[in-house]
T-cell receptor, first 113, second 110 residues
Framework: EADIYQTPRYLVIGTGKKITLECSQT?????MYWYQQDPGMELHLIHY???????EKGDLSSESTVSRIRTEHFPLTLESARPSHTSQYLC????????????FGPGTRLTVT | QKEVEQDPGPLSVPEGAIVSLNCTYS??????FMWYRQYSRKGPELLMY????GNKEDGRFTAQVDKSSKYISLFIRDSQPSDSATYLC??????????FGAGTRLFVKA
């Protein structure tokens, strides 16, 4: 089983609040990713990181930001939550053998009211 | 046009049936082809991957890639209720970005 953790698992929060979704992995992977997944839709890459102090935006426009100060930790922050941010957020890391093998956390289901 | 297309289902089969799940893709540069399984309220987990064309077998699962027709398949033999999940196909150029299909929901009835 992959050692990648996300907290909280579920979050209901009001509009305008600042939130941070936590993601940690114990596998020592350099590459980490954040995806957004809506029911019946593809996973959309919103941020990725090649390693410490390296972060990039993905294809899906997102108002979130990420940081990578430690290899094992890749938090995602929304400065001002909106109902359009309601979604499932999945964190992943990839095996050094290849980016094709990604390990996913259990996800955070975010609802913004 | 989506780079990876997948029938969303749902697909419902009796226990013991052979299941065929399929995807098409449009990017000729894709080299790696993956199948992920996602249970309800969980993150996806890698089931199998293949490089370029051909077949790969792992227990009850067989992955098949036909690059000439840009067609990806996953076959599940002797399907079990525990196989009930959403199956995501995905492709990768060998660079950084993985493209996922929207997933096919599978129900295996006991």
């Amino acid at each position: 089983e992959a050692d990648i953790y996300q907290t909280p698992r579920y979050l209901v929060i009001g509009t305008g609040k600042k939130i941070t979704l936590e993601c940690s992995q114990t596998m020592g992977h350099d590459k980490m990713y954040w995806y957004q997944q809506d029911p019946g839709m593809e996973l959309h890459l919103i941020h990725y990181s090649y390693g410490v102090n390296s972060t990039e935006k993905g294809d899906l426009s997102s108002e979130s930001t990420v940081s990578r100060i430690r290899t094992e930790h890749f938090p995602l922050t929304l400065e001002s939550a909106r109902p359009s941010h309601t979604s499932q957020y999945l964190c992943a890391s990839s095996d050094p053998r290849g980016d094709y093998e990604q390990y996913f956390g259990p996800g955070t289901r975010l609802t913004v009211t | 046009q989506k780079e990876v297309e997948q029938d969303p289902g749902p697909l419902s089969v009796p226990e013991g049936a052979i299941v065929s799940l399929n995807c098409t893709y449009s990017n000729s540069a894709f080299q790696y082809f993956m199948w992920y399984r996602q249970y309800s309220r969980k993150g996806p987990e890698l089931l199998m991957y293949t490089y370029s064309s051909g077949n790969k077998e792992d227990g009850r699962f067989t992955a098949q890639v036909d690059k000439s027709s840009k067609y990806i398949s996953l076959f599940i033999r002797d399907s079990q209720p525990s196989d009930s999940a959403t199956y995501l196909c995905a492709s990768h150029t060998g660079g950084f970005k993985t493209i996922f299909g929207a997933g096919t929901r599978l129900f295996v009835k006991a």
